[in-house]
């Protein structure tokens, strides 16, 4: 089967600060498609000293093994530099990807922005079930 990627189905970003921490919310799928658009703008999202971070993924719909290797990359670079990347979902099909990647103590994961910006993740997060 052969799925045809359109515009409603490729990726879409918007980006915020708040309180010094960059936010992108993710819209769409993060696959072989559109991995290379996506790791070239979070490369210039992370070259500064201290980068941080947080990818809003619930508005996300699908990722794949390149999608996941994006995420991987821009988490090595951020704690590469001595920043931070967290990553905001509830959603059971990424965190079930996380868990069988083993990734689960690589990636921040929290179920609301609002733990994602606190300076230490609190307790209750999404990232208890990933692990």
């Known amino acids: 089967m052969t799925e045809i990627h359109t515009p409603a189905t490729a ?27 996506l790791s070239a703008r979070l490369d210039m999202l992370t070259a500064v000293s201290c980068p941080d971070l947080v990818l809003d993924l619930r508005a996300l719909s699908f990722i794949d093994c390149a999608g996941l290797g994006v995420l991987c990359r821009a988490q090595n670079r951020i704690a590469a530099r001595g920043g931070r990347l967290r990553f905001v979902t509830g959603k059971t099909g990424f965190l079930r990807i996380v868990r069988h990647a083993r990734l689960s103590d690589v990636f921040e994961i929290h179920a609301r922005l609002s733990n994602a910006l606190a300076s230490k993740p609190e307790s209750g997060d999404a990232s208890a079930t990933a692990g």
């Open 11 to 37: 990726l879409r970003s918007s980006e915020r600060v708040i309180a010094g921490t960059t936010v992108m919310e993710l819209h769409g799928e993060i696959d072989l498609l559109t991995g290379q658009p």
